[in-house]
């Protein structure tokens, strides 16, 4: 350090030490607050294993087959279980194909639920009058005779005609690629002689089943939707089946008062029915409910969308109108497979292994062994819905094109009823002495359909 004559020196020699002083009592603190403590090392320890440990959420499946269990504990049923008076309950489970930033997600949506409820049918009928054929293969073959490191040999002299003519043949062939500039060799083959199974273990099981048989009288009681974080969507489905469900519908078929009239106290109007606001896109398909004069009567939901995002009105209004039919022809189908429809199904299930040691010949003479182990898992199923019957006893009770809650995709919701009244029947004078009123949904996580159990 430069002292100076004037004493400047000095001080700039004691402002270099108080510069010094300050620096050494920060770096003191410092060290003091980074001071590793046994706590310290338990708080970072935890940190650290909650970041790595894998995030831990319920699937859509899971959501929905804990409300499918829930339902059942409320109504103390089991799910494919008759109780004494026959009635059935039962479910399914399937996914939305569109994931919700999809332009096809709602219309994806709609179909979800169609394939849960044709599957559930489908389920239903086989359960009840399918029949089942199974075969099975089993095959054990192993060989360790002397003649496997032999070269094959013809059987007979037909058989040395036929590869000389054949090798003629090649032969032909041969110089006619060469002519071409082609490598015959990259087209050679090998015979099915030139390969011996040593050794083979093998079983194949196929079973097919086949069932038809009547769905008219099952009625969709409960629906449900889940969705996760990552925007997939599932739906799920229970459904109800019954002698007096039965009854009901062949009735509502013929256009006739059902043979017990079911008169009940306490029926509903439909519009009283109808779920406030958006909890009516929770609900898919058909509900058997009983009216004001306490007959049968049915509640159709028919959801469908559109694509369109663009801001031409008269493209905007063509496609409400679109998905609007749509709608309505979903909430109509579903009255008439209750009413009036079968289903025929076929599955085949095929399922086994085959482990094989195999010795062929190279083309240079000599002998190669390899060991393959092939696995079959396949299945198919395929059914056929049918369902028939006149339009008359229908109509619109509501009917508005909508935002999904969760997705902001619009959806067009149509309800269809049928009524004997509509249908022309002559129905008696209400008896009411009070109301029923139905249960609310659950909020367990996942959006729930209203209840229509009756």
Known sequence: MVYSKSGHGKLISKTWFAVAVLLAAFTINVQAQQEVTPEKIQTDAVAHNEAVAPF?????????????DDYARAKNITYGVPDASGTVYFTKYTYVEA???????????A?????????????????????Q??????????????????????????????NKSKALAEAKLDNALRKEGLDPAQYAGKSDDEKRVLFRDSILRKSITRASGSTAGIVPVQTFEARDQKGNY???????????????????RRKQLPAHTLMRSGGRAARDLLPEGDAVMDNFGVRLFFNEKGLPSLLSF????????????????RNKNTATMQAQELADSAITMFVNSSIGAHNENTMGEAAEEIRAIATSGNFIDSDTTRFVNRVVRNSRAVGEDTLKGRGTVFSRVMKHPTSEHYVAVVVRVWDYELAGVKVEPPKTDGTIT?????DDGIRIGNDYDF
């Open 438 to 442: 139905p249960p609310k949904p659950k």
């Open 133 to 162: 054929m199974v075969e099975t293969l089993r095959e054990y073959a192993s060989d360790d005779s002397d003649y496997q490191m032999d070269k094959p040999l013809p059987k007979d002299a037909q058989e040395r005609v036929w």
């Open 234 to 252: 599932s739906v799920g489905v229970i459904l109800r089946s019954g002698p007096s469900v039965r009854e009901m519908a062949a009735a509502m």
């Open 56 to 68: 831990k959420f319920k699937s859509n499946r899971e959501k929905i087959e804990e409300a499918f």
């Open 111 to 131: 179909l979800a639920f169609e394939k849960a409820y044709v599957d559930a049918l489908t389920e239903y009928v086989m359960d009840q009058f399918g029949r």
């Open 302 to 317: 028919g959801q469908y969308g559109f694509t369109y995002t663009g801001m031409n009105e008269r493209q905007i209004e």
């Open 99 to 109: 994931n919700v930033d999809n332009p096809r997600f709602v219309q994806s949506r």
